[in-house]
């Protein structure tokens, strides 16, 4: 009798159960499902999560938690913000944010702007109980890229060997740079829905939604950045640091700025990404944390938790409400109509002046991939924290609004998922069918020489290129070429295996591999540059095929003396 009351099956059990079983499972076939089917743990975290949720096995319920469960999903969100845009922060090319400032600033205003005010007209149009701020209020939501689910053409093998350099670049720091400014927007409806006073409404935006929460933030993370960085790079100088406290500033660092952010009322999120990007401007924290895996561990895990939270959290029995106004066919039309209308159209008329985008097929490819996901469930819960309580039925527009504003919400982003999730895939499919055709041609025309594996194209680099004079150590970084080399004229002796592998930058869709031969026993230090060049660069790589046909270039340095 005392054995059975030991067993305690318990609501908290089981989620843990289901959500470490969710990243073990995944983890054993996660090569196979990323990079062979492109499917990531968005979608099918979010899938397990509905299995699991309410409505399906009804083990993990978070809506059942009473008055704290906005407060929960709120902070878990944040946390998961937070973290990712610092990460995207981190990993952005030193002084990325100054040299590309007038294209972000291009790409993130006006298109925050165009789909902030046309998806608010198209809410309205669809459930006319909401009048024009309101609808705001909704869009506003909507309106911020999610840095998680973008991380999809961004990172891995798919994005490395067809989305240039410069597309996934761009759209990772426009992705983290919209998701701190939709507090502004989110401010400005909120403003005018509880206040009386028109006057009172966008002063109040102007001092508190810019001037604190978005200037503040963004200072206050910059300086915490910059701080840190000047006292690790001491402290390392001193050998006072090792190589895993400053792995550990991924997590500690970004929780730390989101603390004190959100504990003054600033914008945490742009405060985390300016921290990110303020702590690797010079590059010095990019090195000490070069090849480790322990932020991708903590994003993954972060991740799977967090796209679980969302499947079982949607609230599938709010997608009929008649009381409200909500049915099933006005959520997709909705969903439909965002898709296209909220960033597409921007972007194919204002990509002219966005040096990174080259051709409207870029613009095109950029304005789809702006999914929503984690930052509009954050925003949504964020809006509930400010908004009445609904009575039933609501008394006034205010608690009409906090009644509807997350089964919209959850449901765009439930179908977010599902196409921005699943485009990699199905693009991916589209081009296999193209690939067989022109296999044996292929085949042909790369029998009698080398090529570089599919490895080769996604493993991990430096952020820079370091370039020196030929007789410094080319281990070091150095990648000149001599003046008086002929490349097409030496070949690489097969002399037997490399002893050292060296992965340089990759600027575009080059990539550099420095190797080392021994010669029947003897060491010869003359390494070698080994440069695969895609013939698929620029913007074909969206689409125009596989880049497996290679050309490549050897190169025979002078032994340093």
């Known amino acids: 009798m005392m054995d059975l009351e030991l067993l305690q099956v318990s609501a908290p059990g089981l989620a843990y159960i ?228 400053y792995v550990a500033q991924y997590l500690a660092l ?29 590059g010095h924290f990019n090195v000490q944390t070069e090849d480790d895996v322990f932020s991708s561990v903590i994003d993954y895990v972060l991740n799977c938790g ?64 702006g999914p929503m996901g984690v930052s509009a469930v954050f925003v949504s819960a964020l809006a509930l924290t400010r908004l009445p309580t609904p009575e039933d039925p609501p008394a006034n527009q205010a608690q009409y609004l906090a009644a509807v504003i997350q089964p919209i919400v959850s449901f765009i982003v439930l179908g977010s998922i599902i196409v921005h999730g699943l485009s990699i895939p199905f693009f991916n499919m589209g081009r296999g069918v193209h690939s067989h055709t022109v296999s044996l041609t292929m085949t042909w025309t790369s029998r009698n020489r080398a090529t570089v594996p599919d490895w080769v194209l996604w493993a991990r680099r430096a952020p820079d290129v370091v370039e020196s004079a030929v007789d410094e150590d080319v281990e070091q970084g150095s990648t000149r070429t001599p003046k008086d080399t002929d490349e097409s004229a030496v070949n690489i002796p097969d002399t037997g295996p490399p002893d050292v592998l060296t992965f340089e930058d990759v600027s575009g869709d080059v990539v550099s591999v420095v190797t080392r031969r021994h010669s029947r026993g003897i060491d010869n230090s003359s390494p070698e540059l080994v440069q695969a060049i895609d013939n698929h660069t620029g913007p074909g790589n969206l689409g125009d095929g596989a880049p497996d046909d290679n050309q490549i270039k050897n190169v025979r340095f002078p032994t340093a003396q």
């Open 18 to 245: 289901c959500l470490g079983g969710f990243v073990v499972l995944f983890s054993i076939v996660s090569l196979l499902v990323k990079e062979k089917f492109y499917i990531n743990e968005v979608v099918l975290g979010t899938g397990f999560g509905i299995i699991i949720g309410p409505h399906v096995a009804n083990v993990f319920t978070p809506r059942t938690w009473g008055p704290l469960e906005n407060t929960i999903t709120l902070e878990v969100m944040r946390i998961v913000l937070a973290t990712g845009l610092f990460a995207v922060g981190v990993e952005l090319p030193c002084a990325y944010m100054k040299e590309h400032a007038k294209s972000l600033l291009i790409m993130v205003v006006p298109t925050m702007a165009f789909g902030w005010v046309v998806v608010a007209g198209i809410i309205q149009a669809l459930f006319p109980e909401l009048n024009y701020v309101s609808s705001l209020c909704i869009a506003a939501c909507l309106t911020p890229t999610d840095p998680v689910t973008c991380a999809a053409i961004t990172r891995g093998k798919f994005a490395t060997k067809h989305v240039p350099v410069n597309i996934r670049q761009i759209l990772s720091a426009e992705s983290a740079a919209n998701d701190g400014l939709a507090y502004p927007f989110l401010a400005i409806s909120i403003y005018l829905t509880v206040e009386t006073s028109v006057r009172t409404a966008l002063g109040k935006w102007f001092l508190v939604g810019w001037l604190y929460q978005v200037i503040l933030g963004t200072v206050l993370g910059a300086v915490l950045g910059l701080l840190f960085s000047k006292l690790m790079k001491i402290s390392h100088k001193r050998g006072f640091i090792d190589r895993e406290s």
């Open 254 to 282: 970004a929780i730390f700025t989101m603390g004190i952010a959100s504990t003054i009322g600033a914008d945490d999120l742009l405060a985390a990404f300016a921290a990110g990007s303020a702590i690797s401007w010079d």
């Open 306 to 369: 967090c796209f679980i939270y969302i499947g079982a959290w949607l609230p599938f029995d709010a997608y009929n409400s008649a009381e409200y106004g909500i049915t099933p066919w006005k959520l997709v039309l909705l969903m439909i109509t965002i898709l296209v209308l909220r960033r597409i159209p921007p972007l194919l008329a204002l990509y002219k002046f966005v040096p990174e985008i080259t051709s409207w097929k870029e613009a095109l490819f950029s304005g789809h991939f």
